[in-house]
């Protein structure tokens, strides 16, 4: 049985200390990791790198987890891929691939239940693109499962998912290698075009399971200008724009202000 998870009541700041994952958890289980994925595919190299977090973490629709919140005015999550256990997988790609020419995409996956919203897949976008069915939807989630399986297995140059907490991997063949997930720039060569070049800022959406098959599975694209943006020096960052104050609240501080220097006026008198 699924947990309903309770909307976050306040803005959430996370950085470096993260739940510890043994391994990836499938969109297979209901409840798959979060999952960056660089690439470059000139070289022929990717890698991808458990971020800690779980689809429950980011869902913000759908009848399989409560909204998290995630898309709240001012959240922010931070990673730092150049240091820990993502360090040598994060070096050992750019020994090969070129900053020019690699790009990044996360995903995370729910591939449990049956009806209407029970099902989804969280993406980030470049470009919002054709709409897909609720079976494409349910295709990508299953076929990023096998990527990532892939990713975290033997098939890696080099991985320690399995090994230790929050792990990488790398690779340059066959179902681990990103550019067979990530066809022409889209999550299973549907929807919208899912990577950015590295430094470049990717919004985020997610899609859900319809009523029926055939349907056009619905996106919600999330709000607050949520993105991630991923630095050349390995600094992976989530955020959502800060809420601004009401008129009302400002002429508050305001008046709060100036009642202050009144009174402090009135003392140095």
Avoid: C
């Avoid at 499938?26 to 977090?53: C, M, Y």
């Avoid at 959240?75 to 691939?97: H, I, P, V």
């Avoid at 591939?111 to 209407?116: C, F, I």
């Avoid at 899912?194 to 619905?218: E, H, K």
């Amino acid at each position: 049985m699924k947990v309903q998870f309770k909307a976050l009541a306040a803005v959430v700041v996370l950085a470096a200390a993260l739940p510890a994952h043994a391994a990836i958890d499938t969109a297979a289980s209901g409840n798959g990791s979060l999952v960056l994925s660089v690439f470059d595919r000139v070289a022929n190299i990717s890698a991808n790198f458990d971020l800690g977090k779980n689809y429950s973490d980011f869902t913000i629709a759908g009848n399989s987890f409560a909204n998290s919140g995630a898309a709240a005015a001012g959240t922010n999550f931070s990673w730092d891929l150049s240091t820990g256990d993502y360090a040598t997988a994060w070096n050992q790609f750019f020994s090969t691939a070129t900053l020019a020419n690699t790009v990044f995409a996360i995903g995370a996956g729910d591939n449990l239940g049956a009806g209407a919203g029970n099902r989804g897949f969280i993406t980030t976008y470049s470009v919002v693109g054709n709409n897909i069915t609720s079976t494409q939807a349910q295709g990508l989630a299953g076929f990023f499962d096998v990527y990532t399986g892939e990713s975290a297995s033997s098939a890696a140059l080099f991985q320690n998912h399995t090994v230790v907490a929050n792990g990488s991997s790398v690779a340059n063949a066959g179902a681990a290698f990103a550019g067979q997930f990530y066809g022409g720039g889209k999550n299973n060569a549907v929807g919208a075009t899912a990577v950015g070049a590295i430094g470049t800022d990717l919004g985020v959406l997610q899609y859900l399971s319809a009523a029926s098959s055939f349907a056009t599975s619905p996106v919600t694209i999330f709000g607050n200008g949520a993105k991630f943006n991923l630095a050349s020096n390995g600094a992976l960052v989530y955020s959502t724009i800060a809420a601004v104050p009401e008129a009302d609240t400002w002429a508050m501080m305001l008046l709060g202000l100036g009642f202050m220097g009144f009174i402090a006026r009135r003392k140095s008198v």
